[in-house]
C-alpha cells in the first residue's frame, strides 16, 4: 500500500515567505514531499514561492484556479510549465546546455476551474504541453476544480461534481478537485488512473473553519482519494510536525 505521506499536499497558506520556507524545511524533514502554492503566497511572491519549495527538494501544486477566455489560460498554464528550478550539477562549458541539463520543473500539477469551459480546459493543457515540449520537461499535470469544499452540500452537488469530472476528463485533463464527499462517485466513474485531489480535510471532531463538506485523512483515503490537500490543521498546531503525524496515524 502506498505510504499516506506520499498522498499528503501541505498548503502553504502563509503571510510571507520565510514563514513558508519555515514550514518546509521543517515538514520536509518529517517526510512531506508536496505542497500547495495557492493564491496567497503566489500574488505576494509569485514563481519565487514555487521555486523555494521546489530547491528544498519538494514538488509543487500550484492551485490558482485559472478561469478566464482559452487563450489567456493557455499561455498561463504555459507559464506556470516554465517554472523552473535549478539544481546543482557537473558542469559541461556549455551555458546553454548547462542551463538544461540543471533545470527541472518547479510545478508538479496546477489547477484550472471546470466553469471555464471545454475550449478554456483544452487550452490549458495544451498550453503546458506545448511549453513542456519546447522545454523538453514533463508538463504539470492539470486538475479541474470541481465545487468548492466551502460550498454547502445543498441541492444535487453530488451530480454537478460528476458532470464537472466527465468534461474535465473529455477535454483532456488528469483529473478533479473535489470534496471527499464526492470520491467514490468519481473515482467508480472515472477510473483509478483519473486524480482526486481532495481539500477539506480535518482530524475527527475538529472545527470546519469555513469549510462546509468536510473529511478525515481516513475518510478520503477509503473514498478512493489520489490526493489529500491539508493546510490550517497543521499550520495552526502548536506542533506542526505532531499535529501531521497525528492526522495520518
Avoid at 165 to 176: C, F, I, N, Q, Y
Avoid at 235 to 244: E, H, N, Q
Wanted: glycine share 8%.
Amino acid at each position: 500500500m502506498q505510504d499516506i505521506k506520499e498522498k499528503i499536499i501541505v498548503a502553504l497558506d502563509v503571510d510571507t515567505l520565510k514563514e513558508a520556507e519555515r514550514f518546509v524545511d521543517l515538514l520536509i524533514s518529517a517526510g512531506i514531499k508536496y505542497f500547495k502554492v495557492g493564491s496567497q503566497l503566489f500574488t505576494a511572491y509569485g514563481p519565487d514561492a514555487v521555486r523555494m519549495v521546489s530547491k528544498a527538494g519538494a514538488k509543487v501544486f500550484l492551485d490558482l484556479k485559472f478561469h478566464d477566455i482559452p487563450n489567456t489560460v493557455a499561455l498561463a498554464s504555459g507559464s506556470t510549465a516554465s517554472i523552473l528550478s535549478v539544481t546543482p550539477s557537473a558542469e559541461t562549458g556549455n551555458i546553454a546546455q548547462d542551463i538544461r541539463n540543471l533545470a527541472i520543473p518547479a510545478v508538479f500539477m496546477m489547477t484550472v476551474h471546470i466553469k471555464g469551459g471545454r475550449k478554456m480546459l483544452e487550452a490549458a493543457v495544451k498550453g503546458a504541453e506545448d511549453k513542456a515540449r519546447e522545454l523538453k520537461i514533463k508538463r504539470p499535470l492539470v486538475v479541474g476544480v470541481t465545487r468548492l469544499t466551502s460550498d454547502e452540500d445543498k441541492g444535487n452537488i453530488q451530480h454537478e461534481v460528476t458532470e464537472a469530472a466527465r468534461l474535465a476528463k473529455s477535454s483532456g485533463l488528469d483529473g478533479v478537485v473535489c470534496s471527499a464527499h464526492e470520491v467514490s462517485m468519481v473515482r467508480n466513474e472515472f477510473g483509478q488512473e483519473f486524480i482526486i485531489v481532495v481539500p477539506g480535510i480535518r482530524p475527527k471532531g475538529a472545527q470546519a473553519d469555513d469549510q462546509s463538506r468536510v473529511a478525515t485523512a481516513r475518510e478520503a483515503i477509503d473514498a478512493g482519494a489520489s490526493y489529500l490537500v491539508i493546510g490550517r490543521p497543521i499550520l495552526k498546531a502548536p506542533d506542526p510536525i505532531k499535529a501531521f503525524k497525528e492526522l495520518i496515524s
